[in-house]
């Protein structure tokens, strides 16, 4: 099968394709035959070497990747749920070794849930890790109910384009930044009100709202904190929240933290159901070929893409 290695930390130049074995399943995995893999902001900084390199240096060299989507080829003897033949997607073996820039990769099977018919392979595969974390961030964590009112940086970005339609699905009333370029885009997206941060500062006209989801980290998050009223909830993705952004937003009786989202099955059907039902849609703004793995890094790392990058295989 053919694959990308990374073979050591730094430039695109050290992603190189190579032929490894194909995998075999474990008693409770699937093998699946990659059709799309999605590419994240935490697999540029981990091929740079930082992100998960620490977690994944003693793997080295190293198979990066996480989200996947395509077709089951085999499955371990234990699985019930599952039978070659079933297209899949899903989040592998994060915050692990996912070994997703491959042809092929075994996943436990409760890593992923069947893709919706309606959808394609890139359209799922975009839908991972980035829907997950706001998923997981909007329903787990914050608990939003309708009413409430939500801040959601970078909202034309991987998670914040699933975050702004999670949140306005759910009822709340949907606040969404990104440059002036996007603003058709945030709003077609649900958000109720766009802020163009190249021209205002988001605390200059939001205040008192009960969430805000973070994105950018630095300075922004620090910022966020003046915008939540008290007993709300500031929640940042990129990195920990240092201790005295923590104390400043204590001393308003707000909370404050960061969380790392996890492979969950049970959260991958709800963002299934919802691409179903069409109620979120992935934007995927450009699709790379396998060979062409370097430049999808790039162009990610422009900061200027719009929803999601995904490579074919």
Do not use: C
Request: charge should be neutral.
């Amino acid at each position: 099968m053919k694959a990308i290695q990374l073979n050591e930390f730094g430039g695109i130049e050290h992603l190189v394709q190579v032929t490894p074995p194909q995998p075999v399943p474990l008693e409770n995995e699937l093998l699946v035959q990659v059709k799309a893999v999605s590419i994240n902001p935490v697999d540029v900084k981990t091929r740079a070497g930082k992100g998960m390199s620490g977690r994944l240096k003693e793997y080295m060299p190293l198979i990066l990747g996480w989200d996947i989507s395509g077709t089951i080829a085999a499955v371990g003897n234990q699985v019930k749920d599952f039978v070659a033949g079933d297209e899949v997607f899903g989040m592998v073996n994060f915050p692990g070794h996912g070994k997703a820039y491959a042809e092929y990769v075994t996943t436990p099977a409760a890593h992923v849930t069947r893709k919706p018919v309606n959808i394609d392979h890139p359209e799922a595969a975009a839908a991972t890790l980035a829907a997950l974390t706001a998923w997981e961030a909007l329903t787990q964590r914050a608990k939003i109910q309708p009413g409430q009112s939500v801040l959601i940086h970078a909202g034309a970005g991987g998670v914040g384009h699933y975050a702004v339609q999670m949140a306005r699905h759910l009822g709340a009333h949907v606040i969404a930044t990104s440059s002036s370029a996007n603003k058709d885009f945030i709003r077609s997206l649900g958000a109720h009100h766009h802020v163009d941060y190249t021209r205002e500062r988001f605390e200059d006209t939001v205040h008192d709202v009960d969430f805000v989801l973070d994105t950018m980290g630095g300075e922004t998050l620090e910022r966020s904190v003046a915008v939540v009223k008290p007993g709300g909830t500031l929640i940042s993705i990129p990195t920990a929240v240092p201790p005295h952004v923590v104390d400043l937003a204590r001393a308003k009786n707000a909370n404050a933290y960061f969380f790392l989202v996890q492979s969950n099955g049970d959260g991958m059907r709800q963002v299934a159901q919802w691409l179903e039902a069409g109620i979120v849609k992935s934007h995927v703004s450009h699709i790379f070929p396998f060979d062409e793995m370097g430049k999808a890094h790039l162009q990610l790392e422009t900061g200027r893409t719009k929803g999601k990058i995904v490579v074919t295989v």
